[in-house]
């Protein structure tokens, strides 16, 4: 079949919950991604925020085949030793003391929320405890992770929500403290908000929070599920600040093409949070998916991700910065390291189909907002090369 054909199927048989781009994926190699007609393209999206280590990396595939000969599978019941390193590997990372796996950013979140209403419940012994989120946050599709995500339009035909949570905008520390009340047991944000444009939270904002959550026994439950994992230029974003979470999820690039994710704790939490046969999952952290993460972070310190980033961000700050000045229609430039936006004066899906016309796969978050999250293995030339052809698709559509 050709690419036309198996779009054609894919409409019939695929529930339509995206607008798909009219390409059919079939391979991929370093920061390039092929079609199935054999069309290549520079990839700046990594299949948003994951492929941190690129396409095809050797070493990953042959541990991840090497598992797959041994077992692929156990149960929650068992000990598996991939798990238990990854643990160990994911901890000292994040500098959080116990780890929950889960198949996906959502399911991280939704076992963050659990283990922060568990938290007060043992303390006061009710049931009726608020958390407060960010609006533009996103934090996932599924009922707890949605109750929490900060766009309405997400939330509306789903209604009733969890409940019981209260909405405060991002780097204004006073309209969380005016959510702030002896019932609130959690504040929950993402370190980066990443779907809702690329904004960081600013360090007085964040330290802000954390000084609240100190003063009132509040779980701080930071979301770096997109912007964890060195894509802002530390292993996970908060470190920066000289702070930590109570509570921090992960996913996307924590597998680098296998569906996991992970909820951590610090130890606090874990001996007055959730216990046996409180929270549980199939298929989280089995052999082959924590074979993946403990590749990954092995990956991770020998090609020097987190310098290696920081290198490579400052460059491409210099060229979006070169191409806000040229282009009038660029009238803001978002996000830190790796994850970047650019705010067009309109729509970008026009742009976006332009620049995979000419082989660069860029994708929006939010209608305006052109998001670069390239695997962390671009190099500068890369850059160069999505810069001519950002460049030229600019000037084509306008
Ligand atoms: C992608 C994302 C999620 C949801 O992750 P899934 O694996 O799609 O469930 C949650 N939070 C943030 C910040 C995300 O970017």
Do not use: W
Not at 13 to 27: E, G, S
């Amino acid at each position: 079949m050709n690419m036309k054909e198996y779009i054609e199927e894919a409409e019939k048989d695929l529930l339509h919950t995206y607008n798909r781009y009219q390409v059919v994926l079939d391979k991929g190699d370093g920061v390039y991604l092929y079609d199935a007609e054999g069309k290549k393209y520079l990839d700046f999206v990594a299949g948003i925020a994951v492929f941190a280590l690129g396409y095809n990396n050797k070493e990953y595939n042959d541990a991840l085949k090497a598992q797959i000969d041994k077992l692929t599978h156990t149960s929650n019941y068992y000990y598996n030793v991939p798990a238990i390193e990854a643990a160990r590997k994911i901890k000292k990372a994040s500098g959080m003391d116990r780890v929950f796996f889960t198949n996906s950013g959502a399911e991280a979140n939704e076992g963050a929320i659990k283990a922060a209403r568990k938290y007060a419940y043992l303390k006061d012994g009710t049931t009726d405890h608020e958390i407060i989120a960010l609006e533009h946050s996103f934090h996932g599709r599924t009922m707890g992770a949605l109750s929490v995500t900060g766009n309405p339009k997400y939330r509306e035909a789903f209604e009733p929500m969890i409940g019981n949570i209260r909405f405060a905008k991002m780097n204004d520390l006073a309209s969380v403290l005016e959510c702030v009340n002896d019932k609130t047991c959690a504040i929950m944000m993402e370190t980066v908000q990443g779907e809702g444009g690329l904004l960081p939270a600013d360090e007085e904002f964040i330290k802000g929070i954390r000084k609240i959550c100190d003063e009132k026994d509040i779980l701080l439950i930071l979301d770096e599920v997109q912007c964890g994992m060195g894509r802002c230029g530390s292993m996970y974003a908060f470190q920066k600040f000289g702070i930590k979470p109570d509570i921090l999820t992960s996913a996307k690039a924590l597998g680098c093409g296998i569906p996991v994710g992970a909820f951590m704790m610090t130890e606090k939490v874990a001996q007055n949070s959730l216990v046996a046969g409180d929270h549980g999952t199939t298929y989280g952290g089995n052999p082959l998916a924590c074979a993946a993460i403990s590749k990954v972070f092995d990956l991770y310190e020998e090609l020097h991700i987190i310098d290696h980033v920081n290198d490579v961000a400052a460059y491409l700050d210099d060229k979006l910065n070169e191409i806000k000045a040229a282009y009038p229609c660029v009238k803001e430039l978002r996000g830190t390291g790796l994850m970047r936006g650019l705010v067009f004066d309109k729509p970008v899906a026009p742009l976006i189909n332009k620049a995979m016309e000419k082989g660069l796969i860029v994708i929006n978050a939010g209608a305006d907002i052109l998001r670069l999250v390239p695997p962390l293995v671009i190099e500068k030339k890369h850059v160069d090369d999505m810069v001519d052809i950002l460049k030229a698709a600019i000037e084509e559509v306008q």
